[in-house]
T-cell receptor
């Protein structure tokens, strides 16, 4: 079946460094790629998303890139801060009706002060 | 605009007891979902409802039932709770194929 692979499962960086999380999807019909941040004890929340007609999107310190040919998309966080420590999930979604959103397994990011 | 709300926030059950987890959204979304998240794990889909009046099984439906009461509400029922159902349960809603909005979660412990 369709799936989304996410790497790494755990990432530890020093405050101020950059962090990169990568995802690969299998469903070629996927056209919407959101990223969620889950803080301890809370539900996941959208932090940035990208659609298939765009190659890159940036919002302050976070950016997402998409390579549709290779079916890869990545989350980039620059100038990391301790409050960026959380679990990050990527997802791939196809707007074809019915359930077509598949989540990656998550990346636990630790930012060391 | 409260978004997605879930009740209860915490629950302790004994093996064999039943309970219903409630979820409501006020964003007029057609699709709603129930996930479970075990410690250190990702989200596993239990059931989903693409629209009012329809429900479908997800990845881990055994031991659960759902009801899409109306467009706003989607409940998850455990008929006979088992320790393996100890988990955090998240409800989410979305416009199909777009951003999912998650509730705060229900933490369930089955003894």
């Amino acid at each position: 079946g369709e799936n989304v692979e996410q790497h790494p499962s755990t990432l530890s960086v020093q405050e101020g460094d950059s962090a990169v999380i990568k995802c690969t999807y299998s469903d070629s019909a996927s056209n919407y790629f959101p990223w969620y941040k889950q803080e301890l004890g809370k539900g996941p929340q959208l932090i940035i998303d990208i659609r298939s007609n765009v190659g890159e999107k940036k919002d302050q310190r976070i950016a997402v890139t998409l390579n549709k040919t290779a079916k890869h998309f990545s989350l980039h966080i620059t100038e990391t801060q301790p409050e960026d420590s959380a679990v990050y999930f990527c997802a791939a979604s196809a707007n074809t009706g019915g359930f077509k959103t598949i989540f990656g397994a998550g990346t636990r990011l630790f930012v060391k002060a | 605009n409260a978004g997605v709300t879930q009740t209860p926030k915490f629950q302790v059950l004994k093996t064999g007891q039943s309970m219903t987890l409630q979820c409501a959204q006020d964003m007029n979304h057609n699709s709603m979902y129930w996930y479970r998240q075990d410690p250190g794990m990702g989200l596993r889909l239990i059931y989903y409802s693409a629209s009012e009046g329809t429900t479908d099984k997800g990845e881990v439906p055994n031991g659960y039932n759902v009801s899409r009461l109306n467009k706003r509400e989607f409940s998850l029922r455990l008929e006979s709770a088992a320790p393996s159902q100890t988990s955090v349960y998240f409800c989410a809603s979305e416009v199909v194929g777009e951003t999912q909005y998650f509730g705060p979660g229900t933490r369930l412990l089955v003894l």
